[in-house]
C-alpha cells in the first residue's frame, strides 16, 4: 500500500514536472487578471495572440535548428532583412500599376524565394565546411543587417498600399450587431453599435504555415532524421541519413520562418525597418527552451514551443496592461529561461 501511495506521489510529481509551463502559463493569467481584471478578456487574448505572432514564427524557426543541436543567431536581422525586402518589393510592384493586393502577394511570395538564401548559407557552412552554427549564423546577422541597412540608409519603408494595413491588423471574421457574421470584412455599422472581432488575420497567416510544418516535423521521415542528428549525428550517419542535406533543409526552414515573420510585421505597422526584429532573438530560443527543448538537441515539439512563446506573450502584454516599464520584459523572459534551463539539466528525461 505504501509503495503505491509513493509511486502516484512520484507520478503526480513527473505529471506536474512535465506540465509546469502550462502551470506557471495559468499562474500568470491569475496574477495579472487580479492586478487588472480586465486582462481576462477575449479582447486581451487576441491582443496577446497578435502581438505574439513574431515571437511564435521565430520560435519556430529556432525550433528546427536547435532540434539538431545547433542554433541560428541570424533570425532577428534575417526578419528585419524580410521586411524591407518585402515592403520594397510592394511598392516597386504597385508602382507598375498592379492592385493593391496583387502588389502584396507578389512583394511577399518573392521575398519568401530569397529568404531561403540566408538559410541555405548558414546550412551550407554549418553541414558542409562543419562551421560551428554560432559563427556561421552570427555572420549571417551581421550580412542581413549590413545589406537591409543599405538598402534603406536608415529610412524606413513607406508608402505602402493602405490594404496592406487593412489585412495587417484586421480579423478573419467579424460578428456584426444583428449577429451576422463577416469573414475579413469589418461591415459597416452605425456610430456606437459594436462589431466583434474574431481572430487577427495574421495569427491566421502564422498558424497556417505553424501548422504545415508542425505536421513535417512530427509525422514524417525528415522531422525524425532531425531528431536523430540531434540526439546522436554519429548514430545518424551510421544508419544512412543524409544528414549534411537535412542540416541544409532546417536552417532554410528557419530562414522561411524569419522571413514570414518580416512579412507579418510589414503588414501589422505599414513598414520596413532593418532592426525590426533585432530584440525577438532571445523571445525565439526562450520560446523553444520555455518550451522544453534541450540546447543539446534531439529534443522539442511545435506544440511545446508555441507554449513557450505564448508565456512570453502574456509576459509582454501583460506587463504592458499594467504600466510595467519594456526592461521588466527582458528580466522575466531572461529569469522563465534559467528556469527552464536549470530543469532541463537537473531533470534530463523530463520533456522526452
Same mark, same amino acid.
Given at each position: 500500500m505504501t509503495q503505491i501511495a509513493v509511486n502516484h506521489k512520484n507520478l503526480s510529481?513527473?505529471?506536474?514536472?512535465?506540465?509546469?509551463?502550462?502551470?506557471?502559463?495559468?499562474?500568470?493569467?491569475?496574477?495579472?487578471?487580479?492586478?487588472?481584471?480586465?486582462?481576462?478578456?477575449?479582447?486581451?487574448? @487576441?491582443l496577446i495572440l497578435f502581438n505574439g505572432t513574431e515571437v511564435f514564427l521565430l520560435g519556430a524557426a529556432e525550433l528546427f535548428v536547435i532540434i539538431t543541436g545547433g542554433i541560428d543567431l541570424s533570425v532577428g536581422f534575417v526578419m528585419g532583412f524580410s521586411t524591407i525586402m518585402s515592403s520594397k518589393l510592394i511598392v516597386i510592384f504597385q508602382g507598375f500599376g498592379l492592385p493593391p493586393f496583387m502588389s502584396i502577394l507578389s512583394g511577399s511570395l518573392i521575398m519568401l524565394v530569397i529568404g531561403l538564401l540566408p538559410?541555405? /548559407?548558414?546550412?551550407?557552412?554549418?553541414?558542409?565546411? +562543419? /562551421?560551428?552554427?554560432?559563427?556561421?549564423?552570427?555572420?549571417?546577422?551581421?550580412? !542581413?543587417?549590413?545589406?537591409?541597412?543599405?538598402? !534603406? @540608409?536608415?529610412?524606413? !519603408?513607406?508608402?505602402?498600399?493602405?490594404?496592406?494595413?487593412?489585412?495587417?491588423?484586421?480579423?478573419?471574421?467579424?460578428?456584426?450587431?444583428?449577429?451576422?457574421?463577416?469573414?475579413? !470584412?469589418?461591415?459597416q455599422v452605425a456610430r456606437g453599435q459594436v462589431v466583434v472581432s474574431i481572430l487577427p488575420n495574421m495569427v491566421v497567416f502564422a498558424f497556417i504555415f505553424i501548422l504545415i510544418f508542425s505536421f513535417l516535423l512530427s509525422k514524417t521521415k525528415?522531422? +525524425?532524421?532531425?531528431?536523430?542528428?540531434?540526439?546522436?549525428?554519429?548514430?545518424?550517419?551510421?544508419?544512412?541519413?543524409?544528414?549534411?542535406?537535412?542540416?541544409?533543409?532546417?536552417?532554410?526552414?528557419?530562414?522561411?520562418?524569419?522571413?514570414?515573420?518580416?512579412?507579418?510585421? /510589414?503588414?501589422?505597422?505599414?513598414?520596413?525597418?532593418?532592426?525590426?526584429?533585432?530584440?525577438?532573438?532571445?523571445?525565439?530560443?526562450?520560446?523553444? /527552451?520555455?518550451?522544453?527543448?534541450?540546447?543539446?538537441?534531439?529534443?522539442?515539439?511545435?506544440?511545446?514551443?508555441?507554449?513557450?512563446?505564448?508565456?512570453i506573450a502574456v509576459v509582454q502584454t501583460g506587463l504592458r496592461i499594467i504600466g510595467m516599464q519594456t526592461f521588466m520584459t527582458y528580466i522575466l523572459v531572461?529569469?522563465?529561461?534559467?528556469?527552464?534551463?536549470i530543469l532541463d539539466q537537473v531533470f534530463p528525461n523530463l520533456n522526452r
Open positions: 510529481a513527473e505529471t506536474i514536472g512535465k506540465n509546469w509551463i502550462t502551470l506557471f502559463l495559468v499562474i500568470l493569467v491569475i496574477v495579472f487578471s487580479l492586478i487588472a481584471p480586465a486582462f481576462f478578456s477575449i479582447d486581451t487574448l @487576441q538559410g541555405l /548559407v548558414n546550412g551550407w557552412l554549418v553541414a558542409y565546411l +562543419r /562551421v560551428p552554427a554560432f559563427i556561421a549564423t552570427f555572420s549571417m546577422l551581421g550580412i !542581413t543587417h549590413g545589406i537591409s541597412e543599405l538598402m !534603406t @540608409q536608415g529610412v524606413p !519603408t513607406k508608402n505602402l498600399p493602405s490594404l496592406a494595413g487593412i489585412i495587417g491588423n484586421g480579423s478573419f471574421l467579424y460578428i456584426s450587431p444583428d449577429r451576422k457574421i463577416h469573414f475579413f !470584412t469589418r461591415p525528415f522531422g +525524425r532524421h532531425l531528431y536523430a542528428i540531434g540526439g546522436n549525428i554519429d548514430a545518424a550517419i551510421r544508419s544512412g541519413i543524409n544528414v549534411k542535406k537535412d542540416l541544409l533543409k532546417a536552417y532554410m526552414i528557419s530562414s522561411f520562418f524569419a522571413s514570414l515573420a518580416g512579412i507579418s510585421y /510589414v503588414m501589422k505597422y505599414i513598414t520596413g525597418k532593418p532592426d525590426a526584429g533585432a530584440d525577438l532573438l532571445l523571445d525565439s530560443i526562450a520560446a523553444v /527552451v520555455i518550451g522544453g527543448a534541450s540546447m543539446a538537441g534531439g529534443s522539442g515539439t511545435m506544440g511545446r514551443t508555441i507554449l513557450g512563446a505564448l508565456v531572461g529569469s522563465i529561461l534559467i528556469i527552464a534551463v
